[in-house]
């Protein structure tokens, strides 16, 4: 019986994914999705037919769905190791606070959706409430789109990139890439780039933590004599702090972080305090502002630990929500989580949206390019082994002079037959990329002429 759920479970899954996909790759760019939505193979990149992008991220799930999903550093290694494991032989993760998304090759979505699902704390069954399938051209544009900053919760904000980084690294570690998606990734952060330098996309002062000083600036009077506690001080709360010393004046500012000496870098580069873990009872005592930062997976501040006499103002910038709900119940306590704060809108965001158009025309100019590459990768086995023949027909040829002549000189003739194999089969390879040609036939004449045996695996 518990089969026949399962079973029914994974199909409803599947209609209720796979048709709206369907349907929304219909309406994409003609010429692009014919290209990307065959099969994959012939890209000879992977063993698999597609490339899939499964995930969620604020715009449909919440703070409490994103922080089921969510994935701790050893949540992350440990999917890579059974991806690996399962077959999976390309692979990318990317997990903020605002999405966690799995990038990669497989013969069904569901391979990774059901890997994601194993090493987070979300089900099935909440997944298919809030979560995308894209695959191939959808996958690779929504990828592109996440990498530039125009999918993230703060337009604009281009600190996903260095997730994408770490994650091809983690991913690099474990033997889970391949040319596609090296090439991939340093296409979308040449995408970054230039609109980074190109537009204004990213102009003027606008993050989480960014709007969380702003929240703070209009909501607490005389901020700059109220006793500020961060809680937390990784990349977040160091961006936070910055953040609070350049706008609120204020220098009542304490640090706290499980590792002390995290903290006391960044209080020694603005003249902070710092206190210990085992102080934070006491801090929160005195502090008029709590900021929690500390991306934990279950939450560091409970009611038990708030023990006030005077408001108390908590912003939570975690995701899993690293504040429990409950200290609510206690009288003069102001929570607002990170969701709240990035519903801010100000002028700032208003300009950006200006630039909307002119990044997505850079994001098509390199996912073209990006794709052309891709396209080529079809001639790669047949270029391969007309090298090799053409290496095999040199050393031949070389052997036999060499016999015949006496003062024949095989180091310099290798080196001359050498760059002419090179001019060869650039020559071939230009020929099949170009456009006013069938390619599938010139592929066949080359392999026909140089009787060439093809490894397409």
Same mark, same amino acid.
Request: proline letters at 2%; aromatic letters at 8%; hydrophobic letters at 40%.
């Given at each position: 019986?518990?089969?026949?759920?399962?079973? =029914?479970?994974?199909?409803?899954?599947?209609?209720?994914?796979?048709?709206?996909?369907?349907?929304?790759?219909?309406?994409?760019?003609?010429?692009?999705?014919?290209?990307?939505?065959?099969?994959?193979?012939?890209?000879?990149?992977?063993?698999?037919?597609?490339?899939?992008?499964?995930? $969620?991220?604020?715009?449909?799930?919440?703070?409490?769905?994103?922080?089921?999903?969510?994935?701790?550093?050893?949540?992350?290694?440990? $999917?890579?190791?059974? @991806?690996?494991?399962?077959?999976?032989?390309?692979?990318?993760?990317?997990?903020?606070?605002?999405?966690?998304?799995?990038?990669?090759?497989?013969?069904?979505?569901?391979?990774? !959706?059901?890997?994601?699902?194993?090493? /987070?704390?979300?089900?099935?069954?909440?997944?298919? *409430?809030?979560?995308?399938?894209?695959?191939?051209?959808?996958?690779?544009?929504?990828?592109?789109?996440?990498?530039?900053?125009?999918?993230?919760? !703060?337009?604009?904000?281009?600190?996903?990139?260095?997730?994408?980084?770490?994650?091809?690294?983690?991913?690099?570690?474990?033997? =889970?890439?391949?040319?596609?998606?090296?090439?991939?990734?340093?296409?979308?952060?040449?995408?970054?780039?230039?609109?980074?330098?190109?537009?204004? %996309? /990213?102009?003027?002062?606008?993050?989480?933590?960014?709007?969380?000083?702003?929240?703070?600036?209009?909501?607490?009077?005389?901020?700059?004599?109220?006793?500020?506690?961060?809680?937390?001080?990784?990349?977040?709360?160091?961006?936070?702090?910055?953040? %609070?010393?350049?706008?609120?004046?204020?220098?009542?500012?304490?640090?706290?972080?499980?590792?002390?000496?995290?903290? *006391?870098?960044?209080?020694?580069?603005?003249?902070?305090?710092?206190?210990?873990?085992?102080? =934070? #009872?006491?801090?929160?005592?005195?502090?008029?502002?709590?900021?929690?930062?500390?991306? @934990?997976?279950?939450?560091?501040?409970?009611? *038990?630990?708030?023990?006030?006499?005077?408001?108390?103002?908590?912003?939570?910038?975690?995701?899993?929500?690293?504040?429990?709900?409950?200290?609510?119940?206690?009288?003069?306590?102001?929570?607002?989580?990170?969701?709240? =704060?990035?519903? %801010?809108?100000?002028?700032?965001?208003?300009?950006?949206?200006?630039?909307?158009?002119?990044?997505?025309?850079?994001?098509?100019?390199?996912?073209?390019?990006?794709?052309?590459?891709?396209?080529?990768?079809?001639?790669?086995?047949?270029?391969?082994a007309l090298k090799k023949k053409l290496k095999t027909m040199k050393e031949?040829?070389?052997?036999?002079?060499?016999?015949? $002549?006496?003062?024949?000189?095989?180091?310099?003739?290798?080196?001359?037959?050498?760059?002419?194999?090179?001019?060869?089969?650039?020559?071939?390879?230009?020929?099949?990329?170009? /456009?006013?040609?069938?390619?599938?036939?010139?592929?066949?004449?080359? #392999?026909?002429?140089?009787?060439?045996?093809?490894?397409?695996?």
């Amino acid at each position: 019986m518990k089969d026949i759920i399962l079973n =029914l479970r994974w199909k409803k899954l599947i209609t209720i994914l796979i048709v709206p996909l369907a349907l929304f790759s219909f309406r994409r760019s003609t010429y692009f999705c014919g290209v990307l939505n065959e099969r994959m193979k012939k890209y000879h990149i992977s063993k698999h037919n597609s490339f899939y992008t499964v995930g $969620l991220s604020y715009l449909k799930a919440d703070a409490v769905m994103r922080g089921k999903f969510s994935l701790d550093q050893q949540a992350k290694e440990a $999917l890579l190791v059974e @991806a690996r494991e399962l077959g999976i032989d390309g692979l990318l993760i990317t997990a903020t606070c605002n999405r966690t998304e799995l990038h990669g090759f497989a013969q069904h979505p569901f391979q990774l !959706i059901k890997l994601l699902c194993d090493h /987070s704390r979300g089900t099935v069954e909440e997944f298919q *409430e809030v979560a995308y399938v894209y695959k191939n051209y959808e996958a690779i544009h929504h990828l592109f789109r996440v990498g530039t900053g125009l999918d993230s919760q !703060i337009l604009g904000d281009f600190e996903i990139i260095s997730q994408i980084k770490k994650g091809f690294s983690l991913s690099k570690a474990q033997d =889970l890439t391949n040319p596609f998606l090296e090439r991939l990734c340093n296409s979308i952060l040449q995408a970054s780039k230039r609109i980074k330098n190109e537009t204004e %996309l /990213s102009s003027g002062a606008t993050s989480v933590a960014f709007a969380s000083v702003q929240y703070i600036l209009q909501n607490i009077p005389d901020v700059s004599d109220k006793n500020i506690l961060l809680f937390g001080t990784g990349k977040i709360g160091r961006n936070t702090c910055e953040n %609070l010393l350049k706008h609120t004046n204020n220098s009542h500012i304490t640090l706290i972080n499980r590792t002390k000496n995290k903290a *006391e870098k960044i209080a020694g580069k603005f003249n902070l305090v710092v206190k210990s873990y085992g102080d =934070l #009872q006491a801090e929160i005592r005195n502090a008029d502002i709590l900021i929690v930062a500390t991306g @934990a997976q279950s939450p560091t501040i409970s009611k *038990e630990l708030v023990y006030i006499k005077k408001p108390l103002l908590i912003l939570d910038l975690s995701i899993p929500k690293n504040v429990a709900e409950n200290v609510t119940d206690i009288k003069d306590v102001t929570l607002v989580h990170l969701d709240d =704060l990035s519903q %801010l809108t100000d002028e700032t965001l208003e300009r950006r949206k200006q630039f909307i158009p002119q990044a997505e025309r850079i994001i098509h100019e390199i996912m073209t390019d990006f794709i052309q590459w891709l396209e080529t990768r079809k001639f790669a086995p047949v270029i391969k082994a007309l090298k090799k023949k053409l290496k095999t027909m040199k050393e031949e040829e070389l052997d036999f002079q060499s016999k015949k $002549l006496a003062d024949f000189n095989s180091e310099q003739a290798d080196i001359i037959s050498e760059r002419i194999i090179q001019k060869i089969t650039k020559q071939f390879a230009n020929h099949l990329k170009d /456009s006013e040609i069938d390619a599938e036939d010139s592929l066949e004449l080359i #392999q026909r002429v140089f009787q060439l045996e093809v490894d397409l695996k």
